[in-house]
């Protein structure tokens, strides 16, 4: 069974303060890992897939990495709008459902 | 371009009641994806539906059920509701087709008192 795990849970950073949010993932066979922002009681809003190891996306503050056991979004200079709660998913081949994991709170501070 | 929408967008009902849920897809999309999101969990897979029939479904009841239509618009149904039923219900659509990104609506809010 697919398993998505992702760290930290909650994160707070001054506005400027780059870093990292992790997810690591267990599946047999990756068809894709997706990361998508949700803003409380709204809708997942979509940022990235990524499909192989070695692979790298970017997008405003974000950049998105992937190797075979994990994904990082890296984010740069981050504002307070940049705060949300991050998720990540993956989907197998064969299985049109996505994993999710539970998600990293940000939270930037001005 | 409209995005995916849901309604209603906020619901109430009592234990035991039963509850529809509608999705209408973003233009073109014809696979409707349901997943559910409690409180402090990830979200959850419920049911997959793709040129009008069910491909997939997640680890839940039958009380859990749905349906799409020929216009590719999707009703999620649950009977006889229960406490834990409460949470946030997602709909998403996607394209058809291998590594088609799935699009989400903002969601229903489901509380079963």
């Known amino acids: 069974e697919d398993q998505v795990t992702q760290s930290p849970e909650a994160l707070r950073l001054q506005e400027g303060e780059s870093s990292s949010l992790n997810c690591s993932y267990t599946?047999?066979?990756?068809?894709?890992l997706f990361w998508y922002r949700q803003d409380p009681g709204k809708g997942p809003e979509f940022l990235f897939t990524?499909?192989?190891a070695g692979e790298e996306k970017e997008k405003e503050r974000l950049k998105a990495t992937l190797t075979k056991k994990e994904s990082f979004l890296h984010i740069t200079a981050p504002k307070p709008e940049d705060s949300a709660t991050y998720l990540c998913?993956?989907?197998?081949?064969?299985?049109?459902?996505?994993?999710f994991g539970t998600g990293t709170r940000l939270t930037i501070i001005p | 371009e409209a995005g995916v929408t849901q309604s209603p967008t906020h619901l109430i009902k009592t234990r035991g009641q039963q509850v529809t849920l509608r999705c209408s897809p973003i233009?073109?999309?014809?696979?409707v994806y349901w997943y559910q999101q409690a409180l402090g969990l990830g979200l959850q897979f419920l049911l997959w539906?793709?040129?009008?029939?069910?491909?997939n479904r997640g680890n839940f009841p039958p009380r859990f059920s749905g349906r799409q239509f020929p216009n590719y618009s999707s009703e999620l149904n649950v009977n006889a509701l229960e406490l834990e039923d409460s949470a946030l219900y997602l709909c998403?659509?996607?394209?058809?087709?291998?590594?088609?990104?799935?699009?989400f609506g903002p969601g229903t809010r489901l509380t079963v008192l």
């Open positions: 998403a659509s996607s394209l058809s087709g291998v590594t088609a990104t799935q699009y």
């Open positions: 990524l499909y192989s």
């Open positions: 233009s073109g999309h014809t696979s």
């Open positions: 539906y793709d040129e009008g029939e069910e491909r």
């Open positions: 599946v047999s066979g990756l068809r894709g």
């Open positions: 998913a993956v989907q197998h081949f064969g299985n049109e459902k996505l994993t």
